[in-house]
């Protein structure tokens, strides 16, 4: 039970984390799309996205990707967020070919069709916003790794010290 409540709640602070990323995104399309007299409202869309990216991130942790040991921190979360980036690359990719599939006589040519369609610029967007979410994320894990679990609340929740002088 105890390891459930653990796994539970690592699901809903990465789900919250990715969910103010993925609603901050949302916000900046509604308010540059606001400015073209264009409504555009999709927040269940952020929401939903924001669950599904949360959890595979969280079983994505789960494969060794760290490589030799010794590695530079820097170099494992460039790498991890370019394996998870390309993997959220692939699912925009397969979701919007399948939304188009029917318009386009199938899902094969709306594969096909999607470089030169208008999609390929929100998938672009999409992806640039998420690498940035995913950037963060495997930073925060690295420190997390290093300090300890609880680490970072630690260091919210405790007074900044002072500057020591030196001499």
């Known amino acids: 039970m105890k390891k459930l409540l653990k796994e539970l709640k690592l699901i809903l602070w990465t789900s919250l984390y990715f969910m103010i990323w993925f609603g901050s995104l949302m916000l900046i399309k509604v308010l540059l799309l606001h400015e073209y007299k264009i409504e555009f409202y999709e927040y ?10 949360a959890k595979t991130v969280l079983i994505m942790q789960n494969i060794p990707i760290s490589g030799k040991s010794g590695q530079a921190g820097v170099l494992v ?4 967020t370019i394996l998870f980036l390309a993997g959220v690359f692939i699912i925009l990719v397969l979701e919007r070919s399948l939304e188009s599939a029917k318009e386009s006589g199938g899902f094969i ?8 369609s208008a999609d390929r610029l929100h998938i672009l967007v999409n992806t640039i916003g998420v690498f940035g979410a995913l950037l963060f ?8 790794s290093h300090l300890g679990e609880r680490s970072f609340f630690d260091i ?9 002088k030196k001499k």
């Open 44 to 53: 269940s869309t952020a929401i939903v996205g924001a669950l599904v990216v």
């Open 77 to 80: 979360i460039l790498k991890r």
């Open 109 to 116: 040519n709306a594969l096909k069709g999607l470089p030169s």
């Open 137 to 144: 994320f495997n930073a925060w894990w690295l420190v997390q």
């Open 156 to 164: 919210m929740g405790a007074p900044v010290p002072e500057k020591s």
